[in-house]
Every structure is written in structure tokens, then in C-alpha cells.
């Protein structure tokens, strides 16, 4: 079982920055860089919403459209930790942020949904105030 916690989360202005991290532990974290990771968000009343996701092997990067050119997913390896940097944070950004991951291929597309992870973390809360 892999346990993933989230951390970073907090309140800032509109225009600012805030990094989270996701951090993995339990029995196969030692393996974690070779996990496809994902960040996804929900703000209140909305559906869930893909934000990132780096893939497993060649570590490449997907960002959703509404986040593109402002957040950036990265991973340590070495810390067993991926981070979502975003930048020029908007009011509309405020939603509890959740890092997942997977280590089994899978299409893009099921990463973007969500259906390829099957470890998920428990949120944590960024709010981006005006």
C-alpha cells in the first residue's frame, strides 16, 4: 500500500505563488519514482478537475488547460516527493488540491480522468483570495 500526503496548501493573494508537494511512504515507496503522478482539484459545488500529471517512465508533463503556462508538476526522485509549483495564482485556482498515482500504464486520456490512479492522497486546501 502506498500512502500519499499532501502538503503546502494555504491562503494567498491573487498574483501569488504557492508550491505543493506530494509525498509518498508505506511499503512500495521506494518505487514511487516510477509512478505515474497526477494533480487534480475540486473546488466546491464543482466536479473534480485534472490540473497535472508526469508520467511514469519518460516523465513527461500534461497540464490542463486552465493551468497552462502557470503550473508546473516536477518530481524528486530521490525524496520519493512531486511537486505542482503554480504561479499567478487566480480566485478561480481555489479548490482542495489532490496528488495521485499509478503504477500501471495507462492512456493519457486516463490519466486527464483520473481512472489510472489508484493511490490518492487527502487533499490539501489552497484559496486564492482577490
Known amino acids: 500500500q502506498v500512502q500519499l500526503v499532501e502538503s503546502g496548501g494555504g491562503l494567498v493573494q491573487a498574483g501569488g505563488s504557492l508550491r505543493l508537494s506530494c509525498a509518498a511512504s508505506?511499503?512500495?515507496?521506494?518505487?514511487?519514482?516510477?509512478?505515474?503522478v497526477g494533480w487534480f482539484r475540486q473546488a466546491a459545488g464543482k466536479e473534480r478537475e485534472f490540473v497535472a500529471t508526469?508520467?511514469?517512465?519518460?516523465?513527461?508533463?500534461y497540464y490542463g488547460d486552465s493551468v497552462k503556462g502557470r503550473f508546473t508538476i516536477s518530481r524528486d526522485n530521490a525524496k520519493n516527493t512531486v511537486y505542482l509549483q503554480m504561479n499567478s495564482l487566480k480566485p478561480e485556482d481555489t479548490a482542495v488540491y489532490y496528488c495521485a498515482a499509478s503504477y500501471s500504464p495507462s492512456s493519457l486520456a486516463n490519466y486527464q480522468s483520473g481512472s489510472a490512479f489508484d493511490y490518492w492522497g487527502q487533499g490539501t486546501q489552497v484559496t486564492v483570495s482577490s
Open positions: 508526469i508520467t511514469r517512465k519518460l516523465g513527461l508533463t
Open positions: 508505506g511499503r512500495t515507496f521506494s518505487t514511487f519514482s516510477s509512478a505515474g
